[in-house]
């Protein structure tokens, strides 16, 4: 299993706070604390998301009994609304 994980630091030419982001045992981005937080949203949004497909295609499985080619259908229908909404969403925000 490999292993996501991120450390914290600070710049020693500017003193700003930067997070290093590392898999397995390899760096691979040193972002600001701005940034990493935004990927931590990325990250919690995406397992929301996959949470909710999971349990869309379980739903049309055990209780419609759809077969799995329908089921993957709507959830591709499904996904392309959920990001319209999104989308539209972030661009109404202040």
Do not use: C
């Amino acid at each position: 299993m490999s292993v996501l994980y991120a450390t914290s630091l600070i710049s020693n030419k500017t003193g700003d706070p930067r997070v290093d982001l590392h898999h397995d045992d390899h760096r691979f981005a040193q972002v600001s604390s701005e940034e990493a937080r935004a990927w931590a949203l990325n990250i919690l949004e995406a397992a929301e998301a996959a949470d909710q497909d999971a349990f869309l295609v379980a739903f049309h499985r055990e209780e419609l009994d759809f077969p799995i080619e329908a089921s993957m259908r709507i959830l591709g229908l499904y996904r392309l609304w959920r990001n319209k909404r999104q989308a539209a969403k972030e661009e109404s925000a202040p």
